[in-house]
């Protein structure tokens, strides 16, 4: 079946833009999860959502960065303003149901460059 | 969550069984041990995970020692296309903890 889809798959934009960035998780999937990758790091943690929970939003750098996610189906990450440092892949992870025992399956990412 | 160790880099020749370990000494009884790659340019990619028992699947197999300290994955036969950044990871249910927690992984070079 269809993987977790992210768009745009590349975005190019000039500091102070706000972006939008797109992930639809696989179906059925209660789970949703944001990070972000910077150049030869590991993965940074930013935001997660479990069904009508309150989201854990512990891990957003800073107020810029926000997320919504429509019932249990797509979400959208905004970064406001952005900054160069911002630049990185963003990716979006699901799984069916929160906790330790449940696999998250990641998105292909999107590639952000601020110029 | 647990932090795990593993080696920075291996090399496995072509068609090889490649093992690579990972140490996570401070495990708790609830955490489950995971363990995804990142090829170059791409998402991660889940490849097994486990709790107590030794786990097979289509791409690998996963060997936890009977402490629980310590696994190793393998992938018995390894393709140039396995060459890739792989992530040993444990995960407990604890309030807050929702994220996994990638380390440095282990860069795994398949050598034809």
């Known amino acids: 079946g269809a993987g977790v889809s992210q768009s745009p798959s590349n975005k190019v934009t000039e500091k102070g833009k706000d972006v939008e960035l797109r992930c639809d998780p696989i179906?059925?999937?209660?789970?949703l999860y944001w990070y972000r990758q910077r150049l030869g790091q590991g993965l940074e943690f930013l935001i997660y959502f479990q069904g009508n929970s309150a989201p854990d939003k512990s891990g957003l750098p800073s107020d810029r960065f926000s997320a919504e996610r429509t019932g249990e189906s797509v979400s959208t990450l905004t970064i406001q303003r952005t900054q160069q440092e911002d630049s990185a892949v963003y990716l979006c992870a699901s799984s069916f149901g929160g906790g330790s025992g449940k696999t998250q399956y990641f998105g292909p990412g999107t590639r952000l460059l601020v110029l | 969550d647990a932090k795990t160790t593993q080696p920075t880099s291996m090399d496995c020749a072509e068609g090889r069984a490649a093992n690579l370990p990972c140490n996570h000494s401070?495990?708790?009884?609830?955490?489950?041990v995971y363990w995804y790659r990142q090829i170059h340019s791409q998402g991660p990619q889940y490849i097994i995970h486990?709790?107590?028992n030794n786990e097979t699947n289509e791409m690998a197999s996963l060997i936890i020692t009977e402490d629980r300290k310590s696994s190793t994955l393998i992938l018995p036969h390894a393709t140039l296309r396995d060459t890739a950044v792989y992530y040993c990871i444990v995960r407990g249910d604890q309030t807050g903890a929702n994220n996994l927690f990638f380390g440095t992984g282990t860069r795994l070079t398949v050598i034809p």
């Open positions: 401070t495990i708790s009884g609830n955490e489950y």
């Open positions: 486990g709790l107590k």
């Open positions: 179906s059925g999937h209660t789970a």
